[in-house]
């Protein structure tokens, strides 16, 4: 059950305000503020996926869908009795059919989302009768000749009249003959019809008809007889225009109310679209999620932010109810943001069982049938209730309907008397609340309600973190934990006298202050272990990223060897190639020398000295294939050849830093090495 006063205890009509005002036109802004939760969950997940399918719409697909239709409900209403409808309804028609028609276009191309293309296809589109609304009126006050051929032939004879008219009337006024009877040359109307103004002295001058006089008595009016017949018969024309424009008028109404069941469902769907889009564009400025719902009551929130809250203020609260879980108690200091986190899980359910996104970064909520809550100041000066008859009288109705599939919030449970009898009570209501298995959020500072906590199965305890060195709140939910009220603390803080606060102190049970100490000594130790965690998360994540530095580094110096060897490659086949030019050569000389007639002693020595260079080629070639690994103490020269241990290549040193580093050659190609990835070699 959501009535009225739940929703508005925990601000859901401000939610909806806000939905308001991102729907286009009236029709969508009044769904949006009629919005309410949808009990079953499969509305409830078709109302989510509806507004996810709009929201890739907008941000996906980058459409952007107009909604800007006129509200025409009244108007289809009048067209179906048979009533005559005026110009501007029908012109409202209009703009509902062609934004119906155009909207169809539009959300057809989201061919993915099968929703909207379902509810885009079921638009009714009438074309013809929408082209001829917008041809047929001008605006809502004048209709266009070429409404009927009719029309356009009335119009004509009334211009036609008119012209005669005037060409009359300008004959009299531009005459000298009745220059000194005219009070001024300028032809006006009176009653729909044409006069000139003559000087009440001149009466009878121009024979005539009187239609008026000014206040003074001074001006005539006069419809000269030349015009009086002509007049008359632009009368019966305008009588005329005004029985086609009528007849223009019913049979516009007669084809509207014909298609009204129609028009009506399109508009209908028109509107709920604009109220879907505008649950998307909500959801994109809030940077909110798209809720999981479930039927098992279990409740988990992370990093969920309070919409109604300045979001460069608000802080995230992050929470969770299980499923066996059945109550969680939030504890801790006062103004440290506990009726805030109260007033969040309600407003997200509602929120989500709604269609409506969540302004948190995940959310998993359950479906209930109803979600009731206690929260606030409920004093009531009519009613003559003191704050806590108030609250008990709320309590009372709220225990009296609750179900196992229900959610309670209560903020103070218990609180506004004795503090003896009020721990005492609610106590009972919580042990009444586990009894009846529904789920619960309640606030208090009682340390009965902390003890219950603490010993009772499926009770969750949370407190709002309070920083014991400055004595302030963080506005932090911690789960699992007791908070102390710290109200002494916080009374100090605001100025109270310190001779207060140390007879205030002086006062406090032995039992309760060694309550409050093992709590604030548990705090300190919980925030100094969440400062250890950070710590070690920051040195994580710096270590992860030097491991990531040393992987990149890693693959840049095997890129380096990849493209190495490449050029190795390169140049020992260049060499190769001209080796064998160089040996082809020899032995082509060799040739020419045994192919001689006659070999004389000269000719030998050449040969042998050919064959020579053939043997220091290959001597060469030999060495220069041996890697020389073998370290070399002796100081480095520029020149010496030196192994790169990360490239496993030999090269020649050309240059040498401060710093160790040093730049080596491998053939043409020059590389930068660090000072301890190489050594001299033999």
Excluded at 382 to 397: P, Y
Aim: glycine residues 6%; hydrophobic residues 40%; contains cysteine.
């Amino acid at each position: 059950m959501f009535d009225d006063k739940s929703l508005k205890t925990l601000e859901y009509d401000k939610i909806l305000e806000m939905l308001a005002g991102f729907a286009q036109a009236e029709g969508g802004k009044d769904l949006a503020r009629a919005l309410r939760p949808f009990e079953n969950i499969e509305d409830a997940r078709h109302a989510l996926a509806e507004t996810e399918e709009a929201d890739r719409i907008l941000f996906e697909y980058s459409l952007s869908p107009s909604f800007a239709v006129d509200e025409i409900s009244k108007t289809l209403v009048k067209a179906e009795k048979g009533s005559v409808l005026a110009i501007p309804d029908i012109m409202k028609v209009g703009r509902a059919l062609r934004v119906s028609r155009r909207l169809k276009i539009t959300l057809q191309k989201a061919k993915e989302c099968p929703i909207i293309s379902g509810m885009a296809e079921a638009l009714y589109e009438n074309e013809p009768l929408e082209k001829y609304i917008y041809e047929a009126f001008l605006s809502e006050t004048e209709v266009a000749d070429n409404a009927t051929p009719e029309l356009r032939a009335i119009r004509v004879r009334i211009r036609k009249i008119n012209d005669n008219v005037r060409t009359k009337l300008q004959a009299y006024i531009t005459s000298p003959q009745y220059a000194k009877v005219l009070q001024d040359s300028v032809i006006t109307m009176r009653g729909d019809r044409y006069v000139i103004p003559i000087k009440s002295s001149f009466k009878g001058t121009i024979a005539g008809l009187v239609h008026d006089q000014s206040a003074s008595g001074s001006t005539l009016f006069v419809e000269p007889m030349a015009i009086v017949e002509m007049n008359n018969e632009l009368r019966i024309e305008l009588a005329n225009e005004q029985a086609e424009i009528e007849k223009i008028l019913r049979k516009f109404s007669a084809t509207i109310s014909a298609c009204a069941d129609k028009i009506k469902a399109s508009y209908q769907t028109t509107t709920s679209l604009d109220l879907i889009f505008a649950k998307a564009q909500l959801a994109r400025e809030y940077r909110s999620c798209m809720p999981e719902l479930n039927s098992n009551g279990i409740i988990t929130i992370r990093a969920g932010r309070y919409p109604l809250i300045d979001k460069h203020k608000v802080v995230p609260v992050t929470l969770e109810l299980k499923k066996n879980d059945k109550m969680l108690l939030i504890t801790g200091p006062n103004t440290g943001g506990k009726t805030v986190t109260l007033k969040l899980v309600g407003l997200f359910t509602i929120m989500a069982m709604s269609g409506l996104f969540i302004p948190a970064k995940y959310a998993n909520l359950g479906v209930f049938d109803g979600v009731y809550s206690d929260i606030g100041d409920e004093q009531s000066i009519e009613q003559s209730l003191s704050t806590f008859s108030a609250h008990i009288k709320n309590t009372i109705g709220i225990l009296e309907i609750v179900t196992d599939k229900s959610l309670v919030l209560f903020d103070e449970l218990g609180a506004g008397t004795d503090p003896g009898e009020g721990a005492a009570l609610a106590v009972a209501i919580a042990e009444h609340l586990l009894s009846v298995e529904c789920k619960s959020f309640v606030t208090s500072h009682f340390n009965d309600l902390k003890e219950f906590a603490l010993v009772t199965d499926n009770v969750v305890a949370a407190s709002m973190e309070f920083d014991v060195k400055t004595f302030s709140p963080t506005f932090k939910l911690v789960m699992g934990a007791i908070g102390g009220s710290n109200a002494l603390a916080i009374a100090e803080k605001l100025g109270l006298n310190k001779s207060i606060i140390e007879s205030a102190h002086g006062k406090i049970s032995s039992e309760k202050r060694q309550f409050d100490n093992v709590l604030s000594a548990a705090e300190e130790t919980r925030m100094k272990a969440a400062e250890l965690v950070n710590e070690a998360s920051k040195d994580r994540e710096k270590a992860a990223k030097e491991l990531q530095n040393a992987e990149n580094e890693r693959k840049l110096v095997e890129q380096k060897r990849e493209k190495l060897d490449e050029s190795i490659r390169k140049e020992t086949k260049h060499l190769i190639q001209d080796s064998v030019e160089e040996a082809n050569d020899l032995l082509e000389e060799i040739k020419e020398i045994l192919n001689k007639p006659v070999i004389e002693e000269k000719d030998l020595f050449e040969a042998r000295k050919i064959k020579k260079k053939l043997e220091n080629m290959s001597a060469e070639y030999e060495k220069e294939a041996v890697v020389e690994d073998v370290p070399d103490d002796s100081p480095l020269a520029i020149g010496d050849g030196v192994w790169v241990k990360s490239l496993q290549k030999k090269g020649q040193l050309v240059s040498i830093n401060s710093r160790g580093e040093a730049q080596i050659a491998f053939g043409k190609l020059t590389v930068k090495v660090k000072k301890d990835d190489f050594y001299k070699v033999k």
